[in-house]
């Protein structure tokens, strides 16, 4: 338990590595009878992951039809543009109740994991956090934490690099208010199929609301996890704290840092990560651990006192292949680099 908590000593401009290496293989982790409800339940939300991100990646937009409905607009040109948007918009739907699904999920795996530290406290005495042995009783629920937060991290890079999404949204929510008006008249809505008066609706406005706001976000995924936290730990009467969800996130971090630098991992439960090498897995979990704890923590990831030892694991991320992308992220994500009290040797860090 002194290896768990060791990490929760690593500091902000401490040295460059853990201290010592953490008795988890998250990969290999197979669930015990405690856990094995909560394990099935988040294994089976997890399962459209893949498809998800598919359909993201493959997400070509619906850019061509839309140019031809402004440029040139008739009946045939508008109702191609409508007939193209109106399945893309179905399938931005599915994105945002699976965030909704995620948002639910996080808080309650937090909750799992503190209230089972507070069934198993510390022995008197020891300076072990309760939580670390709590993550250990349950690794293979821990393992689907950490595959939460690399799906919203995939999920968030390849949106921020599809200017589509927003286009097409904001396509859908412009014609169907014109349609409306139309129809309020007792015109022909334009793009409706045949002339109809009144348009096919796919989302309807309050819904079309909340997606706008989600998908404004340039990481949404990230955006509603963080803020769903938070909400957690702000809940009067919440027997979550900030504290134990930053040694959460600390120690997850922890955990994939020694793991991204195994040469030769076993092989392992890496099911829905589409062919995402064991390297790159963990180095995406341990930038949203990081970013999660900069937005949770009020002094922030890169205070001396942190639980993450950040020169530690930007070190490590600097030597993947998606170094920038991910480097990027936490330059742009997180919301403390930029304090007063962040060392200057981290600022710099992260500059190069």
Known sequence: MGVLLSLLKGTAGGADDYPCHVPIDLLAARPCESEQATYDAVTALLAPAQEHLCALQS?????????????????????????????????????????????AAVPSLLTFFCADAAAHPSAPGSDAPAIAAALERNAATAKRLADVLWFISRFDELK?????????????????????????????AAGAPGGATCPVVVVQDELANRMS????????????????VNRLAQTPGSKVSNDEITDVLSLIGGVCYHAAQDPAPAAGDVSFTMNTSPGEY???????????????????????????????????????DNAQNLMNTLRYTTIHLNDETTPKSIKTLLAA
């Open 282 to 320: 963990f180095l995406r979990v341990i930038v949203v651990c990081m970013i999660m704890y900069d937005h949770i923590s009020p002094v922030g990831v890169f205070n001396k006192g942190g639980k993450i030892n950040v020169r530690a694991s930007v070190r490590v991320i600097q030597g993947a």
């Open 160 to 188: 921020m690099g599809n200017p589509n999404i927003q286009n097409d949204f904001s396509y859908y929510r412009r014609t169907l208010s014109r349609m409306r008006m139309a129809s309020a008249a007792g015109q022909p």
């Open 59 to 103: 997400y070509a937009g619906c850019g061509e039809a839309i140019r031809a409905a402004i440029s040139t607009p008739s009946r045939d040109t508008e109702e191609a543009a409508w007939n193209a948007v109106s399945p893309a918009v179905l399938t931005l739907k599915a994105f945002y109740e699976f965030a909704l699904q995620l948002e």
């Open 213 to 228: 706001l989600f998908y404004a976000h340039a990481t949404p995924m990230t955006k509603a996890v963080i803020d769903s």
